[in-house]
């Protein structure tokens, strides 16, 4: 897919629209519309303002599933939690510990 396609779906997945995106990413609508509709290269600086206001890295906007790999989707959120500090960061790290304990003990019943 493009980056307007990906922003497209994106979009759809979280129930907003253009006018929306544009808003909360404080870009012109006209700006919005171009990227979503694949006219023309779009700035970085508009990319990093779209992925900020989806929630999103910026590799979910620019790469497709094929392109960022079968675990891209892992990478991506693993580089995210990397990012975290104290609290936050232990608590992602004991929820996967228990998601692996849990599949782990799946696998020996």
């Known amino acids: 897919m493009s980056i307007g396609e990906n922003i497209k779906k994106i979009c759809i ?3 907003i629209n253009g006018s929306d995106l544009a808003k909360q990413a404080n870009l012109p609508k006209r700006t919005v519309h171009s990227i979503m509709n694949d006219e023309g ?3 970085a600086s508009n990319i990093k303002k779209i992925a900020i206001a ?3 890295s910026a590799d979910t906007v ?7 790999g079968t ?15 104290g609290e936050s960061r232990e608590y992602a790290k004991n929820v996967i510990k228990a998601i692996i304990i849990q599949q782990k003990n799946k696998e020996l019943n």
């Open 13 to 15: 997945d979280l129930g």
């Open 41 to 43: 290269d779009p700035r």
């Open 54 to 56: 989806l929630g999103v």
């Open 62 to 68: 620019l790469f497709d599933d094929e392109e960022i």
């Open 71 to 85: 675990d891209g989707d892992l990478k991506i959120l693993f580089r995210e939690l990397s990012r975290l500090q």
